[in-house]
């Protein structure tokens, strides 16, 4: 028979108790509540739609030689089945009439309403710190942040020289977790450290990892089976159902390594608590 706790002293149960209250309650996790994740995902899905697609295709179509350009590099993306990529192909126009048709006037537009995009991204990381928004002179920094956006994406989807790469999938792991810790750190414009940041981008790969396992086995019949009954405007909706998951995703994520790295601390502090 256990002896019992000495007056004065909880138990050790009462001690766990008391920690997950104080973790439940505790103020660091204000920022959840008030981030308001779905609707800035609804945001990011219709923006990169309207911004960052359109850019997207033409510059996969410079370098897609006779593949499909940005149809095939979206059902890599998805991790869809044939049938789901075959649906895709008919919503985008071929590489060929993408580079035919595209003039220079027309991909600097691409290019500035493609920056909003990057405004989106800092303010809602800014959101997931408590920052104060960033002042108009920090523009720049979606400049950098969206040509390195598409470089990594073109390197990591459409060059040939990629498609080559000995373990090009736990290569793709690493370069998509430093281009998200890079990108928190550049868009919120050295305000956080760097250790800081890494639980985020960490979380946030391996949601995206998950989404397309999810996707493969969810967004794929879902794209073949909505193009029957609503014809490309079903294959439409569904991406764009795909493009608000990946949102988030990615304020998610950043949100998740927020909350680690605030409360890590304080649970390692309350286990050792509960050592004694």
């Known amino acids: 028979m256990t002896s019992p706790a000495p007056p004065g002293r909880p138990s050790p149960l009462g001690r766990i ?7 439940r309650a505790g103020h660091r996790w204000g920022p959840v509540s008030e981030f308001a994740l779905w609707q800035r995902s609804l945001g990011f899905a219709a923006l990169a739609f309207l911004t960052l697609v359109p850019l997207l295709i033409v510059v996969s179509a410079a370098g897609a030689g006779s593949g499909q350009g940005f ?35 027309g991909l600097a537009l691409l290019a500035v309403f493609g920056l909003s995009f990057g405004t989106v991204m800092q303010s809602g990381y800014e959101k997931a710190w408590d920052l104060a928004p960033a002042r108009w002179r920090a523009r720049w920094r979606h400049v950098l942040w969206l040509a390195v956006l598409i470089g990594t994406l073109y390197l990591f989807a459409v060059s040939s020289f990629w498609r080559g790469v000995p373990l090009r999938g736990p290569l793709t792991l690493v370069g998509g977790t430093l281009f998200f810790w890079w990108s928190q750190r550049l868009l919120l414009g050295g305000r ?6 890494l639980p985020g981008a960490v979380a946030t790969v391996l949601g995206l990892l998950g989404l397309r396992v999810f996707s493969r086995f969810v967004f794929s019949p879902l794209i073949a089976s909505s193009a029957v009954t609503y014809g490309p405007f079903g294959a439409f909706l569904v991406i764009q159902t795909w493009l608000v998951a990946v949102g988030v995703v990615v304020f998610g994520g950043a ?14 502090d309350a286990l050792r608590q509960w050592r004694r």
């Open 17 to 23: 108790l008391r920690g997950i209250r104080r973790f």
């Open 71 to 105: 149809a095939q590099w979206l059902g890599d993306g998805l991790g869809v089945s044939e049938a789901a990529r075959e649906e895709i192909g008919r919503l985008f126009a071929l590489p060929g009439q993408v580079r035919r048709t595209t003039t220079a006037f």
């Open 192 to 197: 956080v450290a760097w250790p800081a940041l």
């Open 255 to 268: 949100l998740t390594g927020r909350l680690v790295t605030d409360e890590l601390p304080r649970a390692t």
